[in-house]
């Protein structure tokens, strides 16, 4: 299951339709980077990157012309080297990319300081996101004052920068049919990883027992990576909210909030479910556990057509402010609480984000200061949580230290939306009767 290359074609073709008239676009891909001396972390590719040529290599650069008669996709890559190739593995080279990914041309990327100023000169716009690599960014002004420095003879340079992410990351928030097909995929795969990990939680064990099996899990279908850093907190831990330590035993009486989804061909999963170590949640844990499941609830009703982005936020707001002062925990009148955002000593963060190559994807949450209205392609996460401080000294001890968060991942239909991430159980009762079979 992957991305056909007819439609890396369409996404270059669309994006070079909004492009200006006698422009390039610059898209480098990500470099390799060093763990420790002669040791490199496992390599992702740049996301814009991939999203334009599902190209998997390093040290690679796109440029995108319209109108260049002899080919308007280029790509520079590293060249066959049968001698590297038998050390790191294989690569496409120049004839590769052509034949393999569709480019139109391509060129060794040592050739990149002698081809590209070339591309670039008589151009008046340059479509590049400056900020994202120092030595990347110096590069390309190199190219613009080199061009620059041949005025006199005749050098045309670029007048002006657009930020490429402008009109990129607009189009990668729609999320095509295929694309939606891989996401599904990811969350049916991190879903049977939530649940090996209640199947296997049971008092004594540590934190890293129940990463590891998801991250088996993860492997044994195809998923080679997280899309994030794990999260599995048991007791107070799952009141921090990033916490990735994943060390310490799991008690009998506490809960285990563990945040974790695969990356898929490229795609992220983002679920959270919180549930209890020893397989029964206590009446204080279920009533807090019950409330965000509520207010997570009521999120995804508001997620459909024309609706705005900030709707799900604010249905969470009113149903735990509402469930946190029938708890006793909050005390004032509903509207006055919300205004005061009182709910935020428990509830600090939002309910959700964009999500898809990234697992905080790229898109505006906003157009022109007023929030978005969700259309169907877009894809985001639902996460209400309450975290009750172990030192939070205004409320009963009985409810300190308990933290509970409840995520999916949630595609915005013509009609509605679907769960993507619907294959792991949710509800208290569901998730006793998982542990209690073991």
């Not at 996709?73 to 060249?79: A, E, G, H, L, Y």
């Not at 990883?193 to 492997?219: D, K, Q, T, W």
């Not at 831990?237 to 990735?244: G, K």
């Amino acid at each position: 299951m992957k991305i056909s290359k007819a439609e890396f074609a369409r996404r270059r073709r669309h994006l070079m339709a909004m492009m200006n008239s006698n422009s390039i676009a610059l898209v480098p891909a990500a470099a390799e980077c060093t763990r420790s001396r002669d040791t490199e972390y496992p390599f992702r590719q740049d996301s814009d990157f991939l999203y334009l040529t599902g190209f998997n290599e390093p040290d690679a650069v796109l440029a995108l012309i319209p109108g260049r008669k002899s080919g308007q996709v280029v790509m520079f890559c590293r060249d066959r080297d049968p001698e590297m190739e038998l050390w790191n593995g294989y690569r496409a080279g120049p004839e590769g990319v052509v034949t393999d990914f569709g480019m139109d041309d391509a060129f060794p990327i040592d050739d990149l300081d002698d081809i590209l100023p070339g591309l670039i000169e008589g151009k008046r716009h340059i479509y590049y996101s400056m900020g994202h690599s120092d030595h990347f960014d110096r590069r390309v002004m190199g190219w613009v004052n080199q061009i620059k420095s041949q005025v006199r003879t005749g050098a045309k340079p670029p007048g002006d920068f657009t930020d490429l992410a402008f009109l990129l990351h607009e189009q990668r928030l729609i999320k095509s049919a295929g694309e939606l097909r891989l996401m599904r995929r990811a969350g049916d795969i991190s879903a049977q990883a939530h649940v090996r990990a209640m199947r296997e939680c049971r008092p004594g064990r540590s934190e890293y027992h129940l990463e590891n099996a998801i991250l088996h899990e993860f492997g044994e279908h195809g998923a080679r990576a997280p899309a994030y850093n794990s999260i599995v907190g048991a007791g107070a831990n799952a009141c921090v909210l990033h916490y990735t330590e994943n060390a310490d035993k799991l008690k009998d009486g506490e809960l285990v909030l563990i945040d974790a989804g695969c990356e898929y061909a490229g795609y992220a999963a983002d679920i959270t479910r919180t549930f209890p170590v020893g397989g029964q949640f206590s009446p204080e844990q279920r009533a807090i556990y019950d409330l965000v499941l509520k207010a997570q609830l009521a999120a995804i009703a508001k997620v459909k057509p024309g609706n705005t982005w900030n709707q799900p936020h604010d249905a969470t707001v009113r149903v735990i402010t509402r469930g946190l002062i029938e708890l006793g925990l909050l005390k004032g009148s509903e509207k006055a609480l919300i205004k005061s955002e009182a709910y935020r000593d428990f509830y600090m963060h939002r309910a959700g984000h964009w999500l898809g190559m990234d697992v905080h994807d790229v898109g505006d949450y906003r157009i022109d200061g007023k929030w978005r209205q969700l259309e169907p392609g877009m894809v985001l996460t639902i996460e209400p949580g309450i975290y009750i401080s172990p030192t939070n000294t205004k409320v009963a001890k009985k409810w300190r230290g308990i933290g509970v968060r409840i995520e999916d991942d949630v595609a915005v239909t013509a009609t509605g939306c679907e769960v993507l991430t619907a294959g792991v159980p949710k509800t208290a009762g569901e998730i006793e009767a998982l542990m209690a079979i073991g």
